[in-house]
């Protein structure tokens, strides 16, 4: 996947800095009693979100993604992040390993069935009564009309696959259509980005 964001990896720290950094801090307020916490970032891409975390005293971190190019940035810089190239569908971490799992705008392009791969997977690593959270798009009567456009906007220039699958996340309803409620409880929610973008926290359940 080393040709996936190959380009795009570049550029997407400079070029996002002003949408994405509001959020990464309101993701660091919602972290900031979990500092010795292990905490896993699945689809981290550049390893922006942990690398603030890291500044701010969070120790245990790991970084895990795909695209050796996204993997590349992510390496850059005076931190001790844990770097993994593997399938978040499929990692080769133990039952249980994390405390906090982290996912970021990664489950709106995927398809349907890795959608569900990737959300059983955060289970299966993620102790009892550990946290996941999710950033993503949320598209529902609370939205607002520039967060819809600048979102799809963004998707579109992404094109390709990653399109086709934002569209069918926004028709389907998002995050709330494929996270069962059964093994993770919904405990908070805000919304950032003109209410385009929701930072869910949810609790594992057995
Ligand atoms: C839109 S980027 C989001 C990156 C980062 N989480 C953020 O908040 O900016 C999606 C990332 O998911 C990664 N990705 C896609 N499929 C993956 C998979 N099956 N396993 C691991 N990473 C994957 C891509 O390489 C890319 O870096």
């Given at each position: 996947m080393k040709k996936e964001y190959g380009f795009t990896a570049k550029i997407y720290d400079p070029m996002l800095y002003l949408a994405?950094?509001?959020i990464r801090k309101a993701v660091l307020?919602?972290?900031i009693d979990h500092r010795e916490s292990s905490i896993l970032d699945l689809c981290c891409g550049t390893g922006n979100q942990l690398k603030m975390l890291s500044r701010n005293g969070f120790k245990s971190l790991h970084c895990l993604d795909l695209s050796e190019s996204m993997l590349e940035v992510a390496r850059r810089g005076d931190h001790s992040i844990n770097v993994h190239r593997e399938d978040a569908a499929r990692t080769g971490f133990r039952d249980g390993e994390f405390e906090v799992v982290i996912l970021s705008f990664?489950?709106?392009e995927k398809d349907r069935k890795t959608q569900l791969e990737i959300i059983r997977e955060a289970h299966r690593i993620l102790g009892n009564d550990g946290t996941l959270l999710v950033?993503?798009?949320?598209?529902?009567?609370r939205t607002r009309?520039?967060?819809?456009?600048g979102a799809t906007l963004i998707e579109r220039m992404a094109g390709g696959e990653h399109y086709r699958n934002f569209k069918r996340y926004k028709q389907s309803g998002g995050l709330s259509s494929f996270i069962d409620e059964r093994r993770f409880k919904l405990v908070k929610s805000l919304r950032k980005a003109s209410t385009v973008v929701t930072i869910s926290?949810?609790?594992r359940s057995p």
């Open positions: 994405l950094n509001p307020k919602e972290l990664a489950l709106h950033v993503d798009f949320i598209f529902d009567e009309k520039t967060g819809r456009m926290t949810y609790r």
